[in-house]
């Protein structure tokens, strides 16, 4: 396939934030959407390192409101797009160690019950019934929603890019965005490995290479990219069918189930932001030394995969959503900062409606646009995972 010279829309990045962008803006009536992607295959960087946990548990109003709009999505996703995407509504459960964690939790439940969000508040006696193969020193209490669980992260990639095909978009593999062209505060176009488009429409969704892409606009989009770590086990039959997503809130340690064995992560808090994605086997050391305390049954099992990605986080932990007042006819879907594959199917939405409509109508976005870090209106979060 031959790089057009013009589209109304070119997205670059073809993670689940470009798919899901380039699909909702074809569903919408956008005819004419160019999505470039520089690796061999979509959804091969942060998206196809991520663990799939999909929640609705979160610390701010903005994030939950994005939740009760997206999982649904999820939910509904084979129906709508024909592809299957291994949804499994195991819950999730928080487990609290310290005093100050409980009572800021206490305070997320009431707001979850506010938003008409189900998460129930666990005593330990209620927790050990829950998962008896979790080891509860020092655990004060608990949250758990059973709403929430695991996706697939490919197959919604796959789902939403052969959905935007059928609609009409054209994507491309192997083309790396080199710069954008600005004439007068507008997007003109983008240069690329194998020639130059037109377009007055720009999306960003480039995950943890946001910033490199802003800069190519001029333009400081303050999303860093961090190291994360994922080991999973082989086969734990121990393991019961109905085992939730576990968190260790303090320590930043996970669990679920993946195959017939755990995945588990951790994350570093001494890593530095950079492109390094080899696996630190030091961390990972330290990590399920961690994850064996918690759970002592994964003495038993084999290590079958590992890997590192990277979380895109932005300086609130929050996602940089929507239109960029600077220049005009940019779009940001960016800084999600670990949690963005739950979110991809809205914010998709959200942004296809900016750019189309003018502005976002399912949610009020302007609190997650761009200009919020020079106006000094970061939003505040306490449970970053
Ligand atoms: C270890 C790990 C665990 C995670 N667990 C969860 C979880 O449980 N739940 C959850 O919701 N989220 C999770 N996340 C976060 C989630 O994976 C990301 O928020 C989400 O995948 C971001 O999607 P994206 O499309 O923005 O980024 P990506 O998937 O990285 O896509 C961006 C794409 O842009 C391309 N690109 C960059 N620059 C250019 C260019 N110049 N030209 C062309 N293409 C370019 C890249 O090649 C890449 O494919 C996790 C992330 C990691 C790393």
Known sequence: MELSQTADVVVIGGGVMGASTAYHLAKKGCDDVLLLERERFFGTQA????AGGIRHQFGTEINVQLSKLSLPMLDRFEEELGQP????????????????????FRQNVEMHHRLGVQTEWLDPSEI?????????HGVLAGTFNRDDGLADPNSVVQGYISGAGRFGVSLMTDVEVTDVL???????????????????VVVNAA????????????????VVPLRRQIVVTGPIPEVPDDFPFVIDFAQSL?????????????????????????????WELVHLEAALERLPILERAGLANRWAGLYEVSPDAHP?????????????????SGHGFMHAPICGLLLA??????????LDISSLYLDRFQKGEEIVEYNVV
């Open 47 to 50: 998206t196809g390192k991520c």
């Open 85 to 104: 995407i291994d949804l499994n509504l195991c819950g999730y459960m928080f487990l609290l160690t310290e005093p100050e964690d409980v009572e800021v």
């Open 128 to 136: 050990a019934d829950l998962v008896p193969l979790i080891d509860l």
């Open 182 to 200: 600005v004439v007068d505060g507008r997007v003109k176009g983008v240069v690329t490995d194998q020639g130059t488009v037109s377009t007055p």
């Open 207 to 222: 995950g943890p290479w946001a910033g490199v892409v802003g800069e190519m606009a001029g333009l400081e989009i303050p």
């Open 254 to 282: 996970y669990f679920h189930p993946e195959g017939e064995g755990l995945l588990t992560g951790m994350s570093n808090p001494n890593e530095t932001p950079g492109f390094n994605q080899s696996v630190d086997k030091e």
């Open 320 to 336: 940089i959503l929507g239109r960029v007042s600077q220049l005009e006819g940019f779009y940001c879907i960016n800084g999600f």
């Open 353 to 362: 409606e900016e750019i189309l409509d003018r502005e976002a109508h399912t």
